[in-house]
């Protein structure tokens, strides 16, 4: 049951599935596929997939609804199954994975795993110190690195532009890791992947859809985007409107002449008067602002430049150039995988033929994410599967693993708990059975009472004696409070005493030294005491952070449960991810337990048989 239905049923519950029934393992694939899309708002969702329902704004909304999402998918996959369908969604899917391939990073939405940061910037960087002093941060340990800017840049905002500094190209670098497939190698050479491009047809469509008043899917898909100068009519009105008004200015070009650069001269002056308070502002927006000594050597570009200038630049744009002479760049996504498109199948009429549709315009093309996720899921089913069942598990490996000492002092520290627990329990057994000592029954007595304080009270006279041996933070605070343990010196004695008294009085006719008895006769016949005596002592050892805590303030002597406590504390907001590294921390003692149980087994059960 630990091994098999405890796991299965972590990351059952950290996929948020059902174990009943084979359907489940479609869920967990249909989960691992919407995370590639979970970056995106339901509206940018929208404009993948045009029927989905009205009714879903926000995710958790769609996530409570199983049915209405088990009927919708299935609605998406049977598209597969169709044979006059299947070659378009294929050739679609073809061609945005050459598009993604090479589409700029800075353009990209990335749906990434929070947990694969750590790993990422561990590899980057190599040390903690080299991290806070990059990103001007003060943390102990990867796992507590917030990346918040990383999860959703205003990429839809008429004025964003991207704030170039560490942080930033740090995100580069991991947008650029997961368009290699690094953290997620199931979807090496698949269609979709976890990073696709930034589009923006969703803007135009919720704006065209309230300013011409309809809201008909068939209408969202009818307009083109971006659209032709010249088309006339209230499209085109609407068009102009939403450019001035919602469209991103860095996906726009204007023309440069000197008039234009004359007018551009006039702007600076009148809104920062003099150059010193100019290079004041500019400075101070970014370090790297090199003064300029004269208003003309600040030039216009023809689109929006990098630095702090950008902004200045877009409010030029749009106060003294007109909207009919704004140029979209083909940084837009949608219009450069259509130009991709017009490349790949020659005209319009190729488009329609490759991909199964029925366009007017070159135009009303849209970026096909959707028929590459279909693809992708079809292509990779299990692999979503498999991700998806092992990924909780191999992040608590990746932290465990890299807490500096942790593993290593858990090996340590269980071998020292059992040397020491297998020499001095039946060490002190055989000495109160075998040499009759006066105040044998008064140790016995003194050992079994003191099983009887709670682990709390005995933890303070504990804790006082180690500081004052000055032993704390060393392993043998860890190891000495359990050595000696009453109840198995107890048992160990019993035994003993039951031995033959035959065997004693053989051994010493033939000469043998007491240690030959202890070791020849006598510890073979307890093998099922020392077994019981050695799985207490690896799970006191093993498991024991609560000790490990109060005795070691240094972290470089903690331990493997030590770590899993501190897992379970930062990481409480996400229980799967908590029970996986339960599951995990147990399995070791799983293995010594069934060791120890054959041997027990052996001693006590099997001779009764007899």
Same mark, same amino acid.
């Given at each position: 049951?630990?091994?098999?239905?405890?796991?299965?049923?972590?990351?059952?519950?950290?996929?948020?599935?059902?174990?009943?029934?084979?359907?489940? #393992?479609?869920?967990?694939?249909?989960?691992?596929?919407?995370?590639?899309?979970?970056?995106?708002?339901?509206?940018?969702?929208?404009?993948?997939?045009? $029927?989905?329902?009205?009714?879903?704004?926000? #995710?958790?909304?769609?996530?409570?609804?199983?049915?209405?999402?088990?009927?919708?998918?299935?609605?998406?996959?049977?598209?597969? /199954?169709?044979?006059?369908?299947?070659?378009?969604?294929?050739?679609?899917?073809?061609?945005?994975?050459?598009?993604? !391939?090479?589409?700029?990073? &800075?353009?990209?939405?990335?749906?990434?795993?929070? !947990?694969?940061?750590?790993?990422?910037?561990?590899?980057?960087?190599?040390?903690?110190?080299?991290?806070?002093?990059? #990103?001007?941060?003060?943390?102990?340990?990867?796992? =507590?690195?917030?990346?918040?800017?990383?999860?959703?840049?205003?990429?839809?905002?008429?004025?964003?532009?991207?704030?170039?500094?560490?942080?930033?190209?740090?995100?580069?670098? *991991?947008?650029?890791?997961?368009?290699?497939?690094?953290?997620?190698?199931?979807?090496?050479?698949?269609?979709?992947?976890?990073?696709?491009?930034?589009?923006?047809?969703?803007?135009?469509?919720?704006?065209?859809?309230?300013?011409?008043?309809?809201?008909?899917?068939?209408?969202?898909?009818?307009?083109?985007?971006?659209?032709?100068?010249?088309?006339?009519?209230?499209?085109?009105?609407?068009?102009?409107?939403?450019?001035?008004?919602? *469209?991103?200015?860095?996906?726009?070009?204007?023309?440069?002449?000197?008039?234009?650069?004359? /007018?551009?001269?006039?702007?600076?002056? !009148?809104?920062?008067?003099?150059?010193?308070?100019?290079?004041?502002?500019?400075?101070?927006?970014?370090?790297? @602002?090199?003064?300029?000594?004269?208003?003309?050597?600040?030039?216009?570009?023809?689109?929006?430049?990098?630095?702090?200038?950008?902004?200045?630049?877009?409010?030029?744009?749009?106060?003294?150039?007109?909207?009919?002479?704004?140029?979209?760049?083909?940084?837009?996504?949608?219009?450069?995988?259509?130009?991709?498109?017009?490349?790949?199948?020659?005209? =319009?009429?190729?488009?329609?033929?490759?991909?199964?549709?029925?366009?007017?315009?070159?135009?009303?093309?849209?970026?096909?994410?959707?028929?590459?996720?279909?693809?992708?899921?079809? $292509? &990779?089913?299990?692999?979503? +599967?498999?991700?998806?069942?092992?990924?909780?598990?191999?992040? +608590?490996?990746?932290?465990?693993?890299?807490?500096? &000492?942790?593993?290593?002092?858990?090996?340590?520290?269980?071998?020292?708990?059992?040397?020491?627990?297998?020499?001095?329990?039946?060490?002190?057994?055989?000495?109160?059975?075998?040499?009759?000592?006066?105040?044998?029954?008064?140790?016995?007595?003194?050992?079994?009472? %003191?099983?009887?304080?709670?682990?709390?009270?005995?933890?303070?006279?504990?804790?006082?004696?180690?500081?004052?041996?000055? =032993?704390?933070?060393?392993?043998?605070? =860890?190891?000495?409070?359990?050595?000696?343990?009453?109840?198995?010196?107890?048992?160990?004695?019993?035994?003993?005493?039951?031995?033959?008294?035959?065997?004693?009085?053989?051994?010493?006719?033939?000469? /043998?030294?007491? @240690?030959?008895?202890?070791?020849?006769?006598?510890?073979?016949?307890?093998?099922?005491?020392?077994?019981?005596?050695?799985?207490?002592?690896?799970?006191?050892?093993?498991?024991? #952070?609560?000790?490990?805590?109060?005795?070691?303030?240094?972290?470089?002597? @903690?331990?493997?449960?030590?770590?899993?406590?501190? *897992?379970?504390? %930062?990481?409480?907001?996400?229980?799967?991810?908590?029970?996986?590294?339960?599951?995990?921390?147990?399995?070791?003692?799983?293995?010594? *337990?069934?060791?120890?149980?054959?041997?027990?087994?052996?001693?006590?059960?099997?001779?009764?048989?007899?």
């Amino acid at each position: 049951y630990l091994v098999f239905v405890a796991p299965l049923a972590a990351v059952v519950a950290g996929v948020g599935l059902s174990p009943a029934g084979g359907s489940g #393992w479609t869920r967990a694939a249909r989960a691992g596929l919407l995370v590639l899309v979970a970056a995106a708002t339901v509206v940018a969702l929208r404009g993948y997939f045009a $029927d989905l329902p009205e009714d879903w704004s926000i #995710w958790s909304q769609i996530g409570d609804d199983t049915p209405g999402t088990d009927a919708w998918a299935a609605k998406q996959l049977a598209r597969l /199954a169709d044979p006059a369908q299947r070659p378009g969604l294929e050739a679609a899917a073809a061609d945005y994975a050459e598009f993604a !391939r090479g589409w700029d990073a &800075r353009e990209s939405i990335l749906a990434y795993d929070t !947990r694969f940061v750590a790993p990422f910037l561990r590899e980057r960087y190599h040390t903690l110190a080299a991290v806070n002093r990059a #990103w001007e941060i003060a943390v102990e340990d990867f796992s =507590l690195v917030s990346a918040g800017e990383w999860s959703g840049e205003p990429i839809d905002q008429p004025s964003f532009v991207p704030f170039v500094d560490v942080r930033y190209v740090d995100l580069l670098a *991991f947008r650029e890791a997961y368009r290699r497939n690094v953290y997620t190698p199931f979807l090496a050479g698949a269609p979709a992947g976890c990073l696709r491009p930034a589009a923006l047809r969703y803007l135009w469509e919720e704006f065209a859809s309230k300013e011409l008043g309809d809201t008909s899917p068939a209408f969202r898909c009818s307009l083109s985007f971006p659209v032709a100068a010249g088309t006339g009519g209230k499209v085109e009105a609407a068009w102009l409107k939403f450019l001035a008004g919602g *469209f991103p200015l860095r996906h726009v070009a204007v023309r440069v002449n000197p008039g234009r650069q004359a /007018a551009f001269r006039e702007f600076l002056v !009148r809104r920062f008067r003099n150059l010193a308070y100019f290079n004041n502002v500019m400075g101070g927006s970014a370090l790297q @602002w090199q003064p300029v000594a004269s208003w003309d050597a600040v030039r216009l570009t023809p689109t929006v430049p990098d630095g702090p200038l950008a902004k200045v630049w877009m409010d030029f744009v749009k106060e003294s150039v007109p909207v009919r002479e704004w140029a979209v760049r083909d940084t837009l996504p949608e219009l450069a995988f259509q130009q991709l498109a017009l490349r790949r199948h020659g005209d =319009l009429a190729g488009v329609n033929a490759a991909y199964g549709l029925h366009l007017t315009q070159i135009e009303q093309l849209g970026i096909p994410f959707g028929e590459a996720l279909l693809v992708t899921f079809a $292509d &990779r089913e299990w692999g979503f +599967v498999r991700d998806r069942l092992t990924g909780n598990y191999a992040t +608590v490996i990746d932290y465990l693993f890299h807490r500096g &000492r942790a593993v290593r002092n858990t090996v340590v520290l269980v071998l020292l708990a059992i040397v020491i627990t297998l020499t001095v329990n039946p060490l002190a057994g055989y000495a109160l059975s075998r040499f009759r000592l006066r105040a044998g029954e008064k140790v016995i007595v003194f050992c079994l009472a %003191t099983m009887a304080f709670p682990a709390a009270v005995a933890a303070i006279p504990g804790f006082l004696l180690l500081r004052d041996l000055g =032993l704390l933070n060393t392993f043998a605070a =860890l190891v000495l409070p359990g050595a000696a343990n009453g109840m198995t010196i107890f048992l160990l004695k019993g035994f003993f005493d039951s031995l033959p008294k035959e065997l004693y009085e053989a051994a010493n006719i033939d000469g /043998a030294p007491e @240690w030959m008895v202890f070791w020849r006769i006598s510890v073979p016949l307890v093998k099922p005491i020392l077994a019981l005596s050695m799985l207490n002592a690896f799970i006191y050892a093993y498991n024991g #952070w609560e000790w490990a805590i109060i005795v070691c303030q240094d972290r470089r002597m @903690w331990t493997v449960a030590v770590w899993t406590y501190q *897992f379970s504390q %930062t990481l409480n907001g996400t229980p799967w991810l908590v029970m996986a590294a339960f599951i995990v921390n147990s399995l070791p003692v799983l293995l010594v *337990f069934l060791f120890c149980q054959k041997v027990i087994l052996r001693g006590i059960i099997l001779p009764q048989m007899k």
